[in-house]
């Protein structure tokens, strides 16, 4: 039934929040990391019944921490239950939730101190972060609109429509200070301001970014809603990966039931307001997150970036003046029109207000996604949240801003994640992924591969990107071979700089990002790929000798059984030996050793 | 032995392009992809009927197919992997994962076994990075596996 | 009125017009190769780069492309600076590597001090730079028989299906803008072949002389509302025909 005011929205909100008052709510994760969700839920399910226990088993998105999948939370007790399977149900409906208790390996291991915690407001690395755009992550099945109403989403936007006139919305943007989330941290209210000055009779608000849509669809439509009502557009697109199935799904419901209930579509909670969104799918190119190509997407031509004159808040989709934001950031957009810029601001840094989702992988204990205010240090990311480096090995390096960011070092550690201070060390807010780095890594080997990837993904228009990017992978793969020469080292670093400065879009601009960063951190380990021949990472293969240090060495035999080619020799308790001739310098073994003892001569 | 062909048979045409709005040319995307998802590839007289059906110049129509990794202008088989060589997976193991697969079956990457049973290819990150290496399957994530473990439960008992 | 510094010198233009525009207008030369006063600017080649900053700003200036960037009152634009000179530079010594056999950006990069490429020479003998004008132009007409297909390097101007091209008529505009003499083409008296097709000459009536292909008059004529016999003489001919009329009715006159 459509929600024709805001009455009927608050009594639709108490009615969500009280369809489970006498059960005991269990959430099961279905997060697209969560296999093995729909089984433990249906095995909690059925032991509930046999017990008799009225629970209301409902599902979770994703909770950002894949790794501990499939997660299960009981709400009202506040418990988080990671690596759940089916077989733990009747534990969980007689223990967890008849008694409280939860067993050992349900809870969570902290990866610094490896105690474990069971409760959620404990587990240090979900209490370490402020979860703002992610307030609805694992605490919501992102495919229940109830679910969302009954967390408070739409309430902002019922706010806005009703009580807001569309300028007073932009300043309440504007005077928080909220940038984009997308990558370069433009003014949000700025941008709506431009859209809303620009001349035409219509107007289109668009949102892209696949993250958030997967976690909390309704918050990201909430945000577009509130944007459209500002710039004064009627029509809305949601672009988001054809190929990231899910989001695809919970997106297509979202805008259905939410226009069936008049959140979307005409005269939105009986207001004259109407906005009607369709869901646009894009390919899985890079260059595809470029806002120009996003329009260009949607319209049916080939994502192509133009050149931003005019810029898309005049003459965007269409030909009609555009707004396109970030996933992230409209997800922040109710967050601010409902508790106002001052509180918004109370997080973050002055620069650069509220907070980052960030994904940190690689080489770390705890990855996963991270939500942080701006202006967080390194540091704290990697070693506080995360857990530090994973096994026994060292920090090394840091790419942060994604597959064009800037690889920082031990040095950078105290960066303030954040826009100018990143930018200043050759990095970027970007997409915000962060990948760490260990001592067995070669940062050569990084810039080339990830040069060699992005140089694909040019998308061929303009000559510094297309035509330098694979040269500067040319360079690199090179060097990485063996076959470098000291000559290179400067001619990296000058094409790197004209394809940063001359590239038509931002892959093109921050792709070299990898190339300048590492030269400047790391001119060493080039050095000793060029004039010595030696890679002292240990991973280039043709630069690469290993050797087992018979001091180290235990005579474990773990790396003879994973040693593809039969290179290592030695018996049970005696020191190893690797035969030159017959290794290819693989790592595998290195992997596999507990005691360090394979070295790179 | 041989895999029956991809019969691209009118009926079947016809019901993809009913289901385009006539003239609508930002319905392309969406037109290729129910072409790639019908046919597993994208036929060259699909693609003419398409850019009649939509008003478009067949030469956007080509553009289009060949500039996105998800259209083919080859029958791509049965089973299509995507190796992840995102950042994470490419820490842990993807190469090897595609490597391996890619010997297995002995095709380039990106390529089709003959029989049109399996295609390899790679793909941008696909956001599951605490599951690397991550391979699609048809679409659905696998992961958390050694690579040799991954690939040999990948191709079944194919060797 | 828009009044800026280009070069040090004080450059008057107009609202709407590009810094490529304005100064070209005050004499101030600038190279392009995706350019062309025809057709809608592209920025791809980014051979026409400039720094560029309002007078008043303190930061560093920004490498504009110079084919849209708008002229804005009190902008300060340099278009030879060692910046700009380092990316134009970049960009020819990239062209070569990609395009060795090409004499027209041969002489571009040597003008520019780039007299061989710093990388190594594509061999596929390919002199197509990617400037797309081809496919404007094209475009332009209405015909779209041509685009680019592919991306990245790999990136290409094609037919569709790399198959003759059903859309094209023939009209030579994408060989003729085309720079560095990418887009080859046959030609007698009475066919002409390009994009894998062959055509019939239409020829003019008067003196024999073949006019356009038998599709391009088709196009031609359903786009000007025109029956097709209209075009069946040369402009040549035409001017002739036109002359001896007013000629003859000067001669009436008198």
Redesign the interface.
């Given at each position: 039934m459509k929600l024709d005011g805001r009455e009927a929205f608050s009594r639709a909100g108490e009615a969500a929040r009280g369809r489970d008052a006498g059960r005991t709510v269990v959430r099961v994760c279905r997060g697209?990391?969560c296999?093995g969700g729909a089984a433990v839920a249906a095995a909690i399910e059925s032991t509930a019944r046999e017990a008799g226990t009225v629970l209301a088993v409902r599902s979770a998105g994703c909770h950002g921490?894949?790794?501990l999948g499939p997660v299960v939370t009981v709400p009202a007790a506040g418990l988080f239950l990671a690596g759940v399977k089916p077989a733990d149900a009747p534990e969980i409906v007689t223990k967890v939730i008849g008694a409280g208790e939860v067993p050992d390996r349900l809870a969570v291991k902290d990866a610094a101190t490896k105690k474990r915690f069971a409760r959620e407001a404990e587990i240090p690395f979900l209490a370490g972060q402020t979860r703002i755009g992610l307030r609805n992550a694992g605490r919501i099945d992102p495919a229940d609109l109830d679910d969302a109403i009954a967390a408070g989403t739409y309430g902002a936007a019922a706010k806005a429509l009703t009580t807001m006139t569309p300028e007073q919305v932009i300043a309440v943007i504007e005077a928080s200070g909220l940038r984009g989330r997308g990558g370069a941290g433009f003014s949000t209210g700025l941008k709506w301001r431009a859209c809303r000055e620009a001349t035409g009779d219509d107007r289109f608000a668009v949102a892209n970014g696949?993250?958030l849509l997967?976690i909390d669809p309704h918050a990201v439509l909430e945000g577009l809603l509130i944007a459209a009502y500002a710039v004064g557009a009627h029509e809305g697109f949601v672009f988001a990966r054809?190929?990231?199935?899910r989001a695809v799904a919970l997106v297509k419901g979202a805008i259905e039931t939410a226009t069936a209930r008049g959140l979307l579509g005409e005269r939105i909670l009986g207001t004259d307001f109407s906005f009607t969104v369709r869901l646009a799918?894009?390919?899985?190119?890079?260059v595809c997150g470029e806002s120009t190509a996003v329009l260009r997407?949607?319209?049916?031509?080939?994502?192509e970036p133009?050149?931003k004159?005019p810029r898309s808040a005049e003459r965007g989709l269409f030909g009609r003046p555009t707004v396109l934001d970030n996933s992230e950031t409209l997800a922040l957009v109710p967050v601010v029109v409902a508790r106002g810029p001052e509180e918004f601001r109370k997080v973050g840094t002055a620069e650069s207000p509220g907070t980052k989702v960030l994904?940190l992988?690689?080489?770390v204990r705890q990855?996963?996604l991270f939500e942080v205010p701006f202006g967080t240090t390194l540091r704290t990311l990697v070693f506080g949240l995360g857990g530090g480096v994973a096994g026994k090995r060292r920090f090394k390096a840091a790419?942060v801003g994604g597959?064009s960011g800037g690889i920082l070092g031990e040095a950078d550690l105290d960066t303030p994640l954040d826009y100018g201070p990143l930018a200043a060390r050759g990095a970027i807010v970007g997409s915000g992924?962060v990948?760490v780095?260990d001592d067995h890594?070669c940062p050569v080997d990084v810039a080339r591969?990830?040069t060699h990837?992005l140089?694909?993904?040019?998308?061929?228009?303009?000559?510094?990107c297309?035509?330098?990017l694979?040269?500067l992978a040319?360079i690199l793969t090179r060097i990485t071979l063996g076959e470098g020469t000291p000559a290179d080292l400067p001619?990296l670093r000058?094409?790197a700089r004209?394809v940063a400065?001359?590239?038509?879009c931002g892959l093109g601009k921050t792709a070299p990002n990898v190339v300048l960063s590492t030269l400047d951190r790391f001119e060493a380990e080039y050095r000793a790929h060029v004039e010595d021949r030696k890679c002292p990472g240990g991973v280039c293969r043709a630069l690469t000798k290993f050797e087992i240090d018979t001091d180290l060495c235990e005579g474990c035999q773990a790396c003879q059984k994973v040693c593809p080619t039969g290179a290592i020799s030695g018996a049970k308790k005696q020191p190893h030996r690797i035969d030159p001739e017959i290794c290819t310098a693989c790592g595998m073994c290195r992997t596999k050793c507990k005691f360090d003892a394979i070295t790179v001569v | 032995m041989s895999e029956p062909a991809i019969v691209i048979d009118a009926k079947r045409v016809s019901d993809l392009l009913d289901r385009l709005p006539a003239g609508e040319a930002s319905a392309l995307p969406e037109a290729l992809r129910a072409a790639q998802a019908a046919f597993r590839h994208v036929p060259r007289e699909v693609a003419a009927a398409v850019a009649r059906r939509l008003s478009v110049p067949a030469s956007r129509v080509f553009g289009l197919a060949t500039f996105h990794g998800e259209f083919s202008l080859f029958p791509k088989g049965e089973v299509v992997l995507k190796v992840c060589t995102g950042a994470a997976c490419h820490g842990r193991g993807a190469p090897t994962l595609l490597d391996e697969l890619l010997s297995k079956l002995g095709i380039a990457s990106g390529g089709t076994t003959k029989d049109l049973k399996f295609t390899v290819e790679t793909t941008n990150c696909v956001g599951a990075c605490a599951m690397a290496p991550v391979v699609s399957v048809n679409g659905e994530l696998r992961g958390n596996a050694e690579p040799s473990a991954m690939a040999k439960e990948l191709l079944g008992g194919r060797s | 009125m828009i009044a800026m510094d280009i070069d040090g010198r004080r450059v008057v233009t107009e609202e709407g017009r590009t810094l490529l525009d304005a100064a070209r207008e005050a004499g101030i030369d600038i190279p392009t190769l995706c350019h062309h006063e025809a057709l809608e600017p592209f920025g791809g080649c980014r051979l026409c780069v400039v720094e560029a900053a309002p007078a008043d700003s303190r930061g560093p200036a920004e490498l504009v492309i110079s084919c849209l960037a708008p002229a804005r009152d009190g902008l300060v634009v340099r278009t030879a600076s060692e910046r700009v000179k380092e990316a134009r530079r970049t960009v020819l010594d990239l062209l070569l590597a990609r395009c060795p056999t090409s004499d027209v950006i041969r002489r571009l990069a040597a003008e520019h001090g780039v007299p061989r490429t710093s990388f190594p020479e594509s061999t596929d003998g390919s002199k197509c730079i990617l400037c797309m004008l081809c496919e404007r132009v094209c475009a332009k007409i209405g015909a779209h028989a041509i685009g680019g297909a592919g991306k990245s390097r790999g990136k290409r101007i094609a037919a569709p299906f790399d198959l003759a091209a059903e859309d094209c008529i023939g009209c030579l505009a994408c060989a003729r803008i085309c720079p560095t003499g990418h887009i080859g083409y046959e030609e007698t008296d009475d066919e002409r072949k390009i994009w894998g097709r062959t055509f019939r000459m239409v020829k003019c009536e008067v003196t024999g002389r073949p006019l356009m292909t038998e599709e391009q008059r088709s196009f031609e004529a359903k786009r000007a509302g025109l029956p097709e016999d209209w075009f069946t003489k040369c402009p040549e001919s035409k001017r002739r025909e036109t002359a001896e009329t007013i000629a003859k009715a000067f001669e009436e006159v008198r």
């Amino acid at each position: 039934m459509k929600l024709d005011g805001r009455e009927a929205f608050s009594r639709a909100g108490e009615a969500a929040r009280g369809r489970d008052a006498g059960r005991t709510v269990v959430r099961v994760c279905r997060g697209g990391g969560c296999r093995g969700g729909a089984a433990v839920a249906a095995a909690i399910e059925s032991t509930a019944r046999e017990a008799g226990t009225v629970l209301a088993v409902r599902s979770a998105g994703c909770h950002g921490c894949c790794d501990l999948g499939p997660v299960v939370t009981v709400p009202a007790a506040g418990l988080f239950l990671a690596g759940v399977k089916p077989a733990d149900a009747p534990e969980i409906v007689t223990k967890v939730i008849g008694a409280g208790e939860v067993p050992d390996r349900l809870a969570v291991k902290d990866a610094a101190t490896k105690k474990r915690f069971a409760r959620e407001a404990e587990i240090p690395f979900l209490a370490g972060q402020t979860r703002i755009g992610l307030r609805n992550a694992g605490r919501i099945d992102p495919a229940d609109l109830d679910d969302a109403i009954a967390a408070g989403t739409y309430g902002a936007a019922a706010k806005a429509l009703t009580t807001m006139t569309p300028e007073q919305v932009i300043a309440v943007i504007e005077a928080s200070g909220l940038r984009g989330r997308g990558g370069a941290g433009f003014s949000t209210g700025l941008k709506w301001r431009a859209c809303r000055e620009a001349t035409g009779d219509d107007r289109f608000a668009v949102a892209n970014g696949t993250v958030l849509l997967e976690i909390d669809p309704h918050a990201v439509l909430e945000g577009l809603l509130i944007a459209a009502y500002a710039v004064g557009a009627h029509e809305g697109f949601v672009f988001a990966r054809a190929d990231s199935a899910r989001a695809v799904a919970l997106v297509k419901g979202a805008i259905e039931t939410a226009t069936a209930r008049g959140l979307l579509g005409e005269r939105i909670l009986g207001t004259d307001f109407s906005f009607t969104v369709r869901l646009a799918l894009g390919g899985s190119e890079f260059v595809c997150g470029e806002s120009t190509a996003v329009l260009r997407a949607i319209e049916g031509l080939v994502p192509e970036p133009r050149v931003k004159y005019p810029r898309s808040a005049e003459r965007g989709l269409f030909g009609r003046p555009t707004v396109l934001d970030n996933s992230e950031t409209l997800a922040l957009v109710p967050v601010v029109v409902a508790r106002g810029p001052e509180e918004f601001r109370k997080v973050g840094t002055a620069e650069s207000p509220g907070t980052k989702v960030l994904n940190l992988g690689g080489r770390v204990r705890q990855g996963g996604l991270f939500e942080v205010p701006f202006g967080t240090t390194l540091r704290t990311l990697v070693f506080g949240l995360g857990g530090g480096v994973a096994g026994k090995r060292r920090f090394k390096a840091a790419m942060v801003g994604g597959p064009s960011g800037g690889i920082l070092g031990e040095a950078d550690l105290d960066t303030p994640l954040d826009y100018g201070p990143l930018a200043a060390r050759g990095a970027i807010v970007g997409s915000g992924n962060v990948m760490v780095m260990d001592d067995h890594s070669c940062p050569v080997d990084v810039a080339r591969y990830f040069t060699h990837s992005l140089a694909a993904e040019s998308c061929g228009k303009c000559v510094p990107c297309r035509e330098g990017l694979h040269h500067l992978a040319e360079i690199l793969t090179r060097i990485t071979l063996g076959e470098g020469t000291p000559a290179d080292l400067p001619r990296l670093r000058a094409l790197a700089r004209v394809v940063a400065d001359a590239s038509l879009c931002g892959l093109g601009k921050t792709a070299p990002n990898v190339v300048l960063s590492t030269l400047d951190r790391f001119e060493a380990e080039y050095r000793a790929h060029v004039e010595d021949r030696k890679c002292p990472g240990g991973v280039c293969r043709a630069l690469t000798k290993f050797e087992i240090d018979t001091d180290l060495c235990e005579g474990c035999q773990a790396c003879q059984k994973v040693c593809p080619t039969g290179a290592i020799s030695g018996a049970k308790k005696q020191p190893h030996r690797i035969d030159p001739e017959i290794c290819t310098a693989c790592g595998m073994c290195r992997t596999k050793c507990k005691f360090d003892a394979i070295t790179v001569v | 032995m041989s895999e029956p062909a991809i019969v691209i048979d009118a009926k079947r045409v016809s019901d993809l392009l009913d289901r385009l709005p006539a003239g609508e040319a930002s319905a392309l995307p969406e037109a290729l992809r129910a072409a790639q998802a019908a046919f597993r590839h994208v036929p060259r007289e699909v693609a003419a009927a398409v850019a009649r059906r939509l008003s478009v110049p067949a030469s956007r129509v080509f553009g289009l197919a060949t500039f996105h990794g998800e259209f083919s202008l080859f029958p791509k088989g049965e089973v299509v992997l995507k190796v992840c060589t995102g950042a994470a997976c490419h820490g842990r193991g993807a190469p090897t994962l595609l490597d391996e697969l890619l010997s297995k079956l002995g095709i380039a990457s990106g390529g089709t076994t003959k029989d049109l049973k399996f295609t390899v290819e790679t793909t941008n990150c696909v956001g599951a990075c605490a599951m690397a290496p991550v391979v699609s399957v048809n679409g659905e994530l696998r992961g958390n596996a050694e690579p040799s473990a991954m690939a040999k439960e990948l191709l079944g008992g194919r060797s | 009125m828009i009044a800026m510094d280009i070069d040090g010198r004080r450059v008057v233009t107009e609202e709407g017009r590009t810094l490529l525009d304005a100064a070209r207008e005050a004499g101030i030369d600038i190279p392009t190769l995706c350019h062309h006063e025809a057709l809608e600017p592209f920025g791809g080649c980014r051979l026409c780069v400039v720094e560029a900053a309002p007078a008043d700003s303190r930061g560093p200036a920004e490498l504009v492309i110079s084919c849209l960037a708008p002229a804005r009152d009190g902008l300060v634009v340099r278009t030879a600076s060692e910046r700009v000179k380092e990316a134009r530079r970049t960009v020819l010594d990239l062209l070569l590597a990609r395009c060795p056999t090409s004499d027209v950006i041969r002489r571009l990069a040597a003008e520019h001090g780039v007299p061989r490429t710093s990388f190594p020479e594509s061999t596929d003998g390919s002199k197509c730079i990617l400037c797309m004008l081809c496919e404007r132009v094209c475009a332009k007409i209405g015909a779209h028989a041509i685009g680019g297909a592919g991306k990245s390097r790999g990136k290409r101007i094609a037919a569709p299906f790399d198959l003759a091209a059903e859309d094209c008529i023939g009209c030579l505009a994408c060989a003729r803008i085309c720079p560095t003499g990418h887009i080859g083409y046959e030609e007698t008296d009475d066919e002409r072949k390009i994009w894998g097709r062959t055509f019939r000459m239409v020829k003019c009536e008067v003196t024999g002389r073949p006019l356009m292909t038998e599709e391009q008059r088709s196009f031609e004529a359903k786009r000007a509302g025109l029956p097709e016999d209209w075009f069946t003489k040369c402009p040549e001919s035409k001017r002739r025909e036109t002359a001896e009329t007013i000629a003859k009715a000067f001669e009436e006159v008198r």
